[in-house]
């Protein structure tokens, strides 16, 4: 039973990892949330994600910090390897000496595990409502507040909404209206149980094998018992962006030429998913009236950084903190999350395609990236990192650019 005496009330669009994250963070404010999903049940697709220390530390701010360590597997580093020569490029450790750096691990966990880890804070929180088979389609706002409309043309009053939908946004269509731009990327993932993981290749660690035009990455799962394996590839077709089956045959036709250390790996799933990928140029703004973005709704991003999630945590974050600095002026409130959050994602953003132009180099360009790292010490990777897993949830409205 609700017994808050809280008169604030927010439409949540999208129950995803960033829409139960933005309804935790409000109801911790003291807000009362209803969170419309278009599934039938509250739950999370796809496979493994990759959780840096700066996820942890907005994870904890949530309140399911404890739940997501207890799910994640804690690696021992990040590995870079040439696909081509199955010479190592690079390696950081996240052990120790990365946890003394940045005050959390670094994890990989799969994704329904981190999904459950926030819906279970969720579900204990009374001001949290969820409404399900819910497809938002139209948004409306005045100076009392807003009005989303669902597929049945039932309408839903609050005193603002959060956007969390999606790289198909309804939310940022009614706010934006512009288009995802497809990348050409194409993802195959899949989860190995262990006994078909080669042996040679099941390292505790997010290993990426770059090669041209294409890249593997692959790490354990729920204690090691599975592992996750992610293959892409710059598509030949004309891709529309999207999620479907995937075939062994067209995977393999991208990976004719790596060596075979990486390559035994792609006989090993006995079904793949197939993803399209789409991201969006950053905007200037994405906050209007009493309505906002969040997550990829507001910046959708390559995988290249394994940074979506987490920066979705961090947005969930940050708008908790705005809401409680603006009081009851949500606009004011959404002013002040964006100006914190822009141009951070932004440059996630950039620097994710520009880590995908590097994993993805050959010939000359091949080269220069495997010489880039040569003779770099732990401490000047940390140093490297620190603007992004470095991140700290007490400072998220500190050092707003002007």
Known sequence: MNTSTSSRR????????????????????????????QAAQIGEIGAGIQLGANAFNALDALGAGEAARNRAVFTDSLTL?????????????????????????????????????ILEAVQDNPLIQFRTNTQVGALEQDDGGVTVIDQHGERYRADAV????GVKSAIRAALIGDEPTVTGHVVYRAVVEVENMPKDLQINAPVVWAGPHCHLVHYPLRGGRQYNLVVTFHSREQETWGVRDGSKEEVLSYFEDIHPLPHQMLDRPTSWRRWATADRDPVPQWSFGRATLLGDAAHPMTQYLAQGACQALE????????????????????????????????????????????????????????????????EQFYDALQWLHGWQAKDCLQDIPT
Not at 162 to 165: F, L, M, R
Not at 330 to 354: G, H, K, N, Q
Request: one cysteine or more; a positive charge.
């Open 315 to 378: 947005d969930a974050v940050t708008l908790g903190a705005a809401v409680r600095e603006g009081g009851g002026d949500f606009a004011a409130a959404f002013r002040l999350y964006e100006a914190a959050r822009i141009p951070r994602t932004a440059r996630v953003l950039y620097s994710a395609r520009e880590m995908g132009r590097i994993y993805h180099a050959k010939g000359v360009d091949r080269l220069v990236r495997n010489s880039l790292w040569t003779g770099r010490t732990q």
């Open 81 to 117: 390897m040439d696909a081509t020569n199955a010479k190592q490029v690079a390696r950081i450790e996240t052990g120790a000496r990365y946890r003394e750096r940045f005050g959390n691990p670094y994890a990989v966990i799969h994704r329904a595990d981190i999904h459950l880890s």
């Open 10 to 37: 927010v439409i949540v669009v999208g129950g995803g990892i960033g829409g139960l994250a933005a309804a935790l963070a409000l109801a911790r404010e003291d807000v009362q949330v209803l969170l419309l999903e």
């Open 162 to 165: 959060i956007g969390c939908d």
